[in-house]
Nanobody
Framework: QVQLVESGGGLVQAGGSLRLSCAAS????????MGWFRQAPGKEREFVAA????????DYADSVKGRFTISRDNAKNTVSLQMNSLKPEDTAVYYC??????????????????????WGQGTQVTVSS
């Protein structure tokens, strides 16, 4: 079992920044690829960013490229999402997910939500205009 807990969400003005964190426990953190997804009201869960087990591969949704950066610290069992230049359309609940590291070889990306085995409960990000 892997437990994931997101933190760092909140209210921010458009153009501002937030840094989300996801703390993992229960299994060897470095055995998992990690991803961030988000879901806005009335919308399907949307891929945001992913990072492979060793940080060697990253994947971003086109909508966040150049603004968001995913990183991980395996020594601390955390994955982060630095969000800059936030826009109102970034408003959503952000979820952290974990999948077995070999999944990157299968899917060649981190965007397939069904491949993730574990999810956190989410953290709300609200960007005001």
């Amino acid at each position: 079992q892997v437990q994931l807990v997101e933190s760092g969400g909140g209210l921010v003005q458009a153009g501002g920044s937030l840094r989300l964190s996801c703390a993992a426990s229960g299994r060897t953190f470095s055995s998992y690829d990690m991803g961030w997804f988000r879901q806005a009201p009335g919308k399907e869960r949307e891929f945001v960013a992913a990072i492979s087990w060793n940080g060697g591969n990253t994947d971003y949704a086109d909508s966040v490229k150049g603004r968001f950066t995913i990183s991980r610290d395996n020594a601390k069992n955390t994955v982060s999402l630095q969000m800059n230049s936030l826009k109102p359309e970034d408003t959503a609940v952000y979820y952290c997910g974990a999948r077995k590291s070999e999944s990157w070889l299968t899917y060649a990306s981190g965007s397939y939500s069904a491949a993730y085995d574990y999810w956190g409960q989410g953290t709300q990000v609200t960007v005001s205009s």
